[in-house]
């Protein structure tokens, strides 16, 4: 299923007066996929190292003077260029501090606009819809332009797509009312004007977005009463002959957003791939009036995959480069990162097994076997450095004490001193080069803490947590100090960056967690997206009752009478005319959150069942209830798409009840108030075998499939009926 990750700000706007205009004209990938140009609506170009969220260099026109069109870079020249005064063109590179002194040329013609697809010549359109290679119109700069369009039209957007080995450049415009499509062909010319079809009366585009795929350029376009619409061209059509009248341009609607009684007024919609856009400034289905949202949504589902709420003003922006949407909203120019697998019915309905992808989770610094026996010969590739390890480190820092004068400092020194020497260390120094110095740090600390109960420092132990470079192995009683001192924060990163925790410790850790009282977890401070995910599986509304992932409260209900036997036939109609009370939670919020992490926590069912059977009988039967709400949650509903990272999987869930019924079969069969339990877990069993077994039908019948002659494909989604006998 797609998500949206943590955004962060590249850099903020300066919106005009009334606030209709962002301030930004447009952004360009520069010469790879993480540095960008911004060219704002009236000087400046800046260049962005977009992980590092810092300019790399600005340039500006002198006053008086205005960049009308957006600056692209040509990656085969390793130049800008960009249009100040509709007829300047200007060309420069990275080195060029001052923009008025490098090269510009005057052209005969006003420029709506420049293009530069990725690793071709950059391509100029006029306003009069004529366009030049670049090279060829700065041979002869004043060379006369012809009109295309006629005396009224104008052009509202443009883009450049490569399709196969030609480059076409792509326009609309608008003609009293009426709306055209010209699709320009580079080497050999050629030119096709298609008429869009019209929608209501009055309304006119509010974006599109264009993409190739299949050999076909596919465009999309969204309208203000929130229908999308989807046109496929074929890039070897033949060019339209002079003066002939424009072709109907064949549409069909993909999706119609829910925008209620109001019309849109700032959007946009943005392919993503063959079954995903973006959209921002459409409202969420879900959340009130006024709300402005970036969403993305499977168009072979209709479904909404994942929606992000923007504050401030939206102004109908939207860029997306390598999986990363820059997006305008207020005064700020944020950066969304996002993943869209590939579009598959189970994942459309959140049913499909979660994937830790890079972006949910930080790499792991911890040492392996690998690297320490083969060396650097053998260690992937540096990875980018996330915000959150960005936001403890500074780029610079003034020098400070070295790595040995930390040590003996911590040995002595109070927690706040400790505490500033340590962030000074790690904004110092590259993480991989001071790893064997935080394991040795880490150590010092702890030992210091548990032999002067006055000393602790719970925001430098959290914060070396958070490099990634420590382990159980490195400093085995920090966990154990950490819940000794009851710094559940500190124990919740533990579980989450250390992936060596003995199975022991983890039974400890659950035991301080359910025995925790769920007045004093309310109280605790602890990892935001943890806490949001039982936050949206407890407060949302329940699902519609039905049989999902093999489960239905019906079947339940059935398969209960089956049990136990003797009920009424009517009183059995009777229950399932009514409709099951909504499942509530056993624990507390943060509580449930601290659980979470155990149930996410790598483990060894030899090593493990030992320990569980040291739980007391109370806290065994407040568990499996909670893992059965989870299990419950999980079922009936589809898993919330934002949460990928601080969520425990299905299968996870059903583990644990598999080893606490192992661990405590004996006692469980002999609580009387356990029985009620027992059955549920047997029922969800039942239904789990149910589904397998019609699964294994289902596999059979695919395999003979599979064994029958291919047929050719029959184009991107299509419904066959084929009888089994």
Known sequence: MAALYEGYTLCGLVPDQNLSISGIQGIEEERDSDHVIVTDSTRSVTLYKVSDQKPLGSWTVKQGQHLTCSAVFNLQTKEYVAVSDNKVIRIWKEEDIILDKAFKATVSADVWMVHCARGREPVVIFQRGAVRLLDSLLSAPQQPIEEVLAQEEAIRWSTSVVAETQQIVIFRTDLRGDHFLYLQRLNPNSLQRYRLEGEEPGLSPLSFSASYRDKHICLLCLYPNGRMYQSVISVRGPGADEGAQALLLPRSLVLSLPVGEDLLEAASAMVLDDAHVAVVGVPHPSAGAGKDFLCIWNTNFQT???????????????????????????????????????????????????????ESRPPALVPSWNNILHGDAARPPKAVETRKTRATRKTQSTPGLTTDQVLELVKTAPVEEVQKEVEGLLSRHDLHDLQPSLGQLALTL??????????????????????????????????????????????????????????????????????????????????????????????REPGEVGLKNGVSPTSIEEDCSD?????????????????????ICPVGLHKAALLNEVLQTAYSDTFLLPHLKDLSSQHVVLFLQYLQFLYVQYSENALPPAHSFRSPSLNQVMDWVCMLLDAHFTVLVMTPEVKGLLLKLHNFVSSQVKLFSELGKIEGGLQELNKMKMKKAVGQYSIEVIELF
Request: overall charge neutral; proline content about 9%; hydrophobic content about 40%.
């Open 563 to 583: 049990v136990v036997g003797g009920q009424q036939r009517g009183a059995e109609d009777m229950k399932k005319a009514t409709p099951p009370p909504q499942e």
């Open 446 to 539: 702890v030992s210091r803490s548990l032999a002067d109960p006055a000393f602790y420092p719970p925001g430098t132990l959290a914060q070396l947590v958070h490099t990634q470079c420590l382990c159980h192995s490195v400093s085995p009683d920090l966990l154990p100090l950490a819940l000794e001192k009851k710094d559940y924060f500190l124990c919740q990163l533990c579980l989450q960056f250390f992936p060596d925790i003995p199975e022991a410790v983890t039974c400890a850790c659950l035991k301080a967690f359910i025995s925790l009282p769920d007045v004093d977890a309310a109280t605790l401070s602890l990892e935001p997206d943890s806490v949001s995910f039982m936050e949206t599986l407890i407060l």
């Open 304 to 358: 909404l995959q994942a929606g992000k709420e923007m504050a401030g003003k939206i102004y109908g922006q939207l860029w997306s480069y390598s999986n990363k949407l820059f997006i305008p909203h207020g005064k700020t120019l944020s950066v969304i990162p996002f993943a869209c697998p590939k579009s598959s019915l189970a994942a459309a309905l959140g049913k499909l097994r979660q994937a830790k992808t890079e």
